[in-house]
């Protein structure tokens, strides 16, 4: 069992950064593949980065690959998202996963979610 809860989201203008921080409460966290997830207005939930238990494989969708960076800190029980060169249509909520995989499809999927926090890009 794990608890998750999203901060640094935030207003930036296109071209800005923001990193979003996933505290994870619960002794099986470093058991966990982490992720992020987003779902913007009008649009559908959407798988961002994802990082493996040891943080040793990374994945991102094809939309952010170059400009988001997923990383973790087990010891503090944490999860980032570096989010460079922010665009107005990565504005979104921001969802933390645990217990992320990859189905055969290439979709992905979480078990555990945090509430989300708001990221918004102006133009």
């Known amino acids: 069992q794990v608890q998750l809860v999203e901060s640094g989201g935030g207003l930036v203008q296109a071209g800005g950064s923001l990193r979003l921080s996933c505290a994870a409460s619960?002794?099986?966290?470093?058991?966990?593949?982490m992720g992020w997830f987003r779902q913007g207005p009008g649009k559908e939930r959407e798988f961002v980065a994802a990082?493996?238990?040891?943080?040793?494989?990374?994945y991102y969708a094809d939309s952010v690959k170059g400009r988001f960076t997923i990383s973790r800190d087990n010891a503090k029980g944490t999860v980032f998202l570096q989010m460079n060169s922010l665009k107005p249509w990565d504005t979104a909520v921001y969802y933390c996963?645990?217990?992320?995989?990859?189905?055969?499809?290439?979709?992905?999927?979480?078990?555990?979610w945090g509430q989300g926090t708001q990221v918004t890009v102006s133009s």
């Open positions: 996963a645990g217990d992320v995989s990859r189905s055969y499809d290439s979709s992905w999927m979480g078990i555990y």
């Open positions: 619960g002794r099986t966290f470093r058991s966990y593949a």
């Open positions: 990082i493996t238990w040891n943080g040793g494989s990374t």
